[in-house]
């Protein structure tokens, strides 16, 4: 492979990829409705990670705080993280009972590409809860959890 060629690219190894994730997620994004984080700075393997989503304007969702774990397994970032919300939510692409993100019924994890971020999962999901099918659903109780 030759640097510059214009048709070769680098991959780059996971550890790297996560911790530019980490160093993101710790300056924040964007307006600040969307961050994420390490659950424990020990894990070497940088494995599991917590999701903040502050709830968008004009939906039911408006205002409200929504915890969510993301688990990056070892295939990270070849294949997608498994999403689970910690916090009840009633939305189209969450299991009811187990709070994961069913990635057949969430775009961005059903096709996803190695491109793709723990970011681009939370800002898709904050997207998500505007949309016309989740938009008006009513929701559990605030302060309620899997």
């Known amino acids: 492979m030759t640097l510059g060629s214009g048709e070769s690219s680098v991959v780059v190894p996971r550890n790297f990829r996560l911790l530019e994730e980490l160093e993101r997620g710790e300056k924040g994004i964007g307006d600040g409705t969307v961050s994420y984080g390490m659950d424990d700075?020990?894990?070497?393997?940088?494995?599991?990670?917590?999701?903040t989503i502050i709830g968008p304007h004009?939906?039911?969702?408006?205002?409200r705080i929504y915890q969510l774990k993301l688990f990056c397994d070892k295939d990270y970032p070849e294949?997608?993280?498994s999403v689970r919300f910690h916090s009840r939510i009633n939305?189209?692409?969450?299991?009811h009972e187990t709070g994961g993100?069913?990635?057949?019924?969430?775009?961005?994890?059903?096709n996803w590409q190695r491109e793709y971020t723990m970011e681009d999962i939370l800002t898709q999901l904050?997207?998500?809860?505007?949309?016309p099918h989740n938009r008006k659903l009513i929701q559990p109780p605030e302060g309620t959890y899997f």
């Open 91 to 95: 939305m189209t692409s969450v299991n």
């Open 79 to 81: 294949k997608p993280p």
């Open 41 to 51: 700075g020990d894990d070497i393997y940088m494995r599991s990670w917590t999701g």
């Open 101 to 110: 993100v069913e990635p057949k019924k969430f775009g961005l994890l059903a």
């Open 58 to 63: 004009n939906s039911v969702h408006d205002g």
């Open 126 to 131: 904050k997207k998500e809860m505007s949309a």
